[in-house]
């Protein structure tokens, strides 16, 4: 159903512009006076980020059948190695994020080698023990000397060189949306040839893959190690945006959203991951607004809260969109472009 | 030695409530093939029902059984209801799902009875049973309801039309429904046994943890590794795989490796005996057929 | 007394006309002649839930100031926000607050780890980050974070208090530790053990015998009490929160564990932890505190526990009437207002800042007698002293005298 996707035409144009539609946002904030531009942009940073973070997790369980609720834990993985690396080494930022991915592709696939015997929901168990065990490991004793333990560490924001003036967070906005695009490259590019035939192979139908001459225990681990590099890349860059890492930010609640962004923006879709690092942050706040105009307009005595809006608008979108907002655009892309057939019939 | 027992003891008590979590989880893996993770958040608003109602003066074991009973059709109105529209639904957006249903339960509870934690009564006495401090009857009593659960739905799977039609629809609805199980009220049967079997859960931890809305999202976590260490469409599985982790994560604790690691090293022996048996400890290897 | 008057003649105006007209003052953004606008972060879902009912009392405290005629004739607008008690939200949340909401100033942000994520940045800014609620040490820094104040005592400092008065009290202590694995946990007990450890010539080199964490998402408490009671101690410091102090103490009494037991302010609430975990098996508990208990009946009549009473049941009726943080927040809205009171009508960043710094023998509603906040530009804690207290029958009993920070 998705195999093709990469090669229809249309696909390579759309993302383009898209792609310089994001690079030409932070422009605005020459020409604006909105004091809240800088505001703006750092949410632009956070919604690029979790995007990676959801593109690292789509090329695992939307592209490779395998399912994870382990991700924030190599997301904590990049974002200390950066932390780490900053703080003691005195490195520069930029020079923290290859590390980092490193750091975390192999931390990725030394965890895909057990997880090629768990399947479903074993493995989904798996994965959720490293989420549960990551925060508690930060903060151990013996290399508390290293994260900081329960207090975490601050970071210093790099200062954007000052040839670009630009200011410093449409400077890191930049930066996260150059990360993310020369990642979504790397995917679109890697699920595109052999490699990526032979994941989406696996996934569609293992047994029938291995009899093609797929090497299945290599490409298995080889994902989960992309995968978790990617997502360690998105973890680096939230630690220098955010200028703090501390165990509390790396909890099951993480790896929970970045599901919830997968399947709302689109399994097994590349422009869903964008769509789905966007709503992970717009509709926390979108959900704290309804439950604001609520007690206005209805003059409730009680605050509505914002969690069980979130619950309900969550299990709309489930309902009008079972295979995500990507998938729903296909949809009607889809009934769109057989218009005409329909019509001579 | 006295030390020993006592942390044995305690291990299955707490092993005993991840079992009744676990419990809930297989009763639902087994009739509908999902994983519930509201099934904790299930469990503890239920648990607010029957506090309501003992607040109100119903005495307790009519409110534990009405509050099984309003859990029943509870779990019947969300299977019928709320993931009615979803049949044909991927599995991921049923999770996500299960994720909606899970935060709105836990807001809507700190909505109505706040974040405070309460007493909630228990009906086992709290005192020793031999009179030197190592085992209380309310561990035994936790332990035993547990071994009861167990006992009752194992029967009900094996030596049952219901169980048995129960079953085949989650394994093979089309074949099920071919023989003339109707299919869709099994699966929202299976729901309203999960939604009771976990109100029970809940009235029988809270005591021991105390009623606040995040009850049951630290035990969910043990519960869900007990029901896969055990086998996850096995209740006798389920209720081994809880006193395992149970056990385990006290002696881990207490002797191995301090308290601050415990619950990871806990769950890494869990995920290392899935490495060994991929189907859990008592569950059955099934081969599929291409 | 000039400024009261007028403000007594505005009350009146103001609830006929919603802007009186007042000398236009110094206005940072956030604040205009008819509004302050000021922001927070609260945890009012996730682990940390429960401290949630600090922002609601403090959104109820403002209300009942706005509906009496406000702030030298402006109304009080809390934009409170949830922050889940993650830092990375706290940080995006504090930006959307200071630079798209416009807010004068971020009042008692919750949480410690949240709060040092955005120290920084508000100092930055030059955004006053005004009565953070945590009591980690690191709050009162002028010299490096002159924008960032804390409120209450310091855990630090009431942990400094525990470890002498086991001192002066036990002959020959053999003190257990229960703490939470977090910032709390770290601070109440580092400040303890230091000083434990310099006592050494009176109570022996190793009076601690036993330090067991916990993680906030264990479900019970349950083991680690039997590892403490097994060390055969005969104290036992239990630095947790609320729901965890009730297990410890419901546990350590059924398994017949009878120390001495000192529990930090943070659970020394009666509603949600002492009356949960049993009254019988909690007498004789010793805790700091520096709020009334306001489950006491003794405090009935004093003139600041009426008032409390009254709002409590016209702007707070859905709170539980037990819960401690009502008056914890209640007194530090009252403090807030104060320091607003005291700008007049230049609100501006830093005479909000200056004005927090001018605090001299404040005396605040629902803080035990005696207690009164001082601050100076070089002086960071408002709140400096504790008075110990056991539990007896159903209540907190006073005992001693204040004990100061300065004299800990």
């Known amino acids: 159903m998705t195999a093709n996707w990469a090669n229809k035409r249309g696909v390579g144009a759309g993302a383009l512009l898209a792609w310089a539609g994001l690079a030409l946002l932070p422009l605005i904030g020459f020409i604006t006076e909105n004091t809240s531009f800088d505001y703006y942009m750092y949410m632009g940073q956070s919604m690029l980020i979790y995007a990676i973070a959801v593109l690292g997790l789509n090329l695992l369980i939307g592209f490779n059948g395998q399912i994870s609720l382990g991700h924030s834990a190599f997301f904590a993985l990049g974002a200390y190695t950066t932390a780490i690396l900053m703080n003691f080494g005195g490195w520069p930022y930029w020079a923290t994020l290859p590390v980092a991915a490193v750091v975390c592709f192999l931390a990725g696939l030394a965890f895909g080698f057990p997880a090629l015997k768990l399947e479903g929901h074993y493995l989904a168990l798996a994965t959720f023990t490293l989420a549960i065990a990551m925060p508690q490991l930060l903060k151990y004793k013996a290399i508390a000397g290293w994260t900081g333990g329960v207090g975490g560490v601050l970071l210093d924001k790099p200062d954007p060189p000052e040839w670009t003036g630009l200011s410093a967070d449409q400077f890191l906005y930049y930066l996260c949306l150059f990360c993310a695009m020369v990642l979504f490259w790397l995917v679109f590019n890697l699920l595109r040839g052999r490699s990526g035939r032979a994941i989406m192979a696996i996934r569609d139908h293992t047994m029938a893959a291995s009899t093609m001459g797929i090497d299945i225990a290599r490409y298995k681990t080889v994902a989960f190690g992309i995968s978790a590099g990617i997502t360690g890349i998105a973890g680096a860059l939230s630690a220098i945006t955010v200028a703090y890492v501390a165990p509390d930010s790396f909890t099951l609640q993480l790896s929970i959203s970045f599901l919830v962004g997968l399947v709302v923006g689109g399994i097994a879709s590349l422009p869903g991951c964008l769509i789905g690092g966007a709503f992970i942050v717009l509709v926390q706040n979108s959900a704290q607004s309804i439950s604001d105009w609520m007690k206005g307009t209805f003059a409730l005595r009680y605050d509505v809260p914002a969690w069980a809006i979130y619950g309900v608008l969550l299990l709309a979108l489930m309902y009008v969109l079972p295979d995500g907002i990507a998938g729903g655009c296909a949809r009607i892309r889809a009934w769109w472009t057989t218009r005409g057939r329909r019509e001579a019939q | 030695m006295d030390f020993f027992i006592q942390q044995i003891a305690s291990g299955l008590t707490s092993g005993a409530i991840y079992a009744c979590v676990a419990l809930g989880l297989v009763m639902i893996y087994v009739s509908t093939d999902h994983i519930n993770f509201a099934q904790g958040e299930m469990a503890m608003f239920a648990t607010y029902l029957a506090w309501a109602m003992i607040n109100a003066g119903v005495p307790y074991w009519i409110a534990f059984g009405l509050t099984i009973a309003v859990a029943f059709f509870g779990g019947l109105f969300i299977q019928r209801v709320i993931l009615k529209p979803l049949e044909h639904a991927p599995v991921l957006a049923l999770v996500v799902c299960f994720i909606a249903l899970l935060s709105i339960f836990n807001a809507i509870a700190g909505m109505i009875w706040s974040y405070t934690i309460k007493q909630f009564p228990s009906p086992f006495p709290s005192h020793d049973l031999f009179g030197n401090g190592l085992v209380s009857v309310q561990q035994l009593g936790v332990v035993g309801v547990t071994l009861v659960m167990l006992g009752l739905l194992t029967v009900f799977f094996r030596f049952t039309t219901l169980g048995l039609a129960m079953r085949a629809a989650a394994q093979n609805p089309a074949s099920a429904r071919l023989m003339g199980v109707r299919v869709a009220w099994m699966l929202a049967l299976g729901w309203g046994l999960a939604a009771s079997i976990g109100a029970i859960a809940g009235m029988l931890v809270a005591p021991i943890v105390f009623l606040d809305p995040n009850m049951m999202n630290g035990i969910l976590v043990y519960g869900f590794a007990s029901a896969l260490v055990g086998g996850i469409g096995n209740p006798m599985g389920a209720v081994a795989g809880g006193f395992i982790v149970g056990v385990l994560e006290n002696l881990v604790g207490s002797y191995v490796i301090g308290n601050e690691l415990k619950l990871s090293f806990a769950l890494v022996v869990v995920v290392g005996v899935l490495l060994l048996k991929p189907a859990g400890l008592f569950g059955r290897v099934i081969v599929r057929r291409v | ?408």
């Not at chain 3, 780890?113 to 820094?141: E, H, R």
């Not at chain 3, 942990?159 to 002498?164: R, T």
């Not at chain 3, 530009?377 to 001693?400: A, C, M, N, Q």
């Open chain 3, 1 to 408: 007394m000039k400024k009261l008057t007028r403000r007594r003649v505005l009350t009146g105006a103001a609830t006929m006309l919603a802007a009186p007209a007042i000398a236009a003052g110094k206005y940072s953004p956030g604040a205009s002649d008819t509004e302050i606008k000021i922001g927070q972060t609260m945890p009012y879902s996730g682990n940390a839930s429960a401290y949630g009912q600090n922002g609601r009392a403090h959104a109820a405290y403002f209300k009942m100031i706005n509906e009496t005629g406000g702030i030298n004739g402006r109304k009080i607008n809390l934009i409170s926000l949830d922050d889940g008690y993650s830092p990375p939200k706290t940080v995006e949340l504090a930006r959307q607050l200071v630079e798209r909401d416009q807010v004068l100033f971020l009042y008692a942000p919750l949480g410690t780890q949240c709060n040092t994520a955005i120290q920084k940045y508000m100092n930055q800014k030059k955004v006053p980050q005004l009565f953070v609620s945590t009591g980690a040490s690191k709050w009162g820094d002028p010299a490096h974070f002159p924008w960032t104040m804390g409120w209450q005592p310091d855990y630090r400092t009431e942990g400094e208090i525990y470890a002498k008065h086991i001192k002066q009290t036990i002959k020959n202590p053999k003190i257990a530790i229960l703490r939470q694995n977090d910032d709390m946990g770290n601070d109440y007990v580092s400040g303890f053990r230091e000083l434990i450890s310099s006592f050494k010539d009176t109570i022996g080199a190793d009076a601690i015998v036993a330090d067991a964490t916990y993680e906030v998402t264990d479900p019970t408490v349950d083991s680690q009490i039997l590892q403490l009671k097994n060390s055969g101690a005969n104290v036992f410091y239990n630095v947790t929160t609320p729901k965890f102090a009730a297990q410890a103490i419901k546990k350590s009494a059924e398994i017949g564990w009878k120390p001495v037991q000192y529990i930090v302010n943070v659970s020394a609430s009666i509603g949600a932890a002492i009356k949960p975990g049993g009254f019988e098996n909690a007498q004789g508990i010793i805790t700091a505190q520096y709020i009334k208990d306001i489950t006491d009946p003794s405090w009935a009549t004093s003139p600041d526990f009426m008032e409390w009473k009254a709002w409590m049941e016209k702007y707070n009726s859905s709170a539980n009437p037990m819960e401690s943080a009502n008056a914890t927040g209640y007194a530090s809205a009252f403090t807030v207002t104060q320091v607003l009171r005291q700008c007049g009508d230049d609100l501006t960043r830093e005479n909000v800042m200056r004005q927090a710094a001018n605090l001299h023998d404040l005396e605040v509603p629902m803080l035990l007698p005696g207690i009164r906040l001082n601050t100076s530009p070089t002086d960071f804690y408002p709140i400096k002293s504790v008075r110990l207290s056991h539990l007896e029958g159903e209540h907190w009993k006073l005992f001693g005298d204040l004990i100061s920070r300065d004299a800990a």
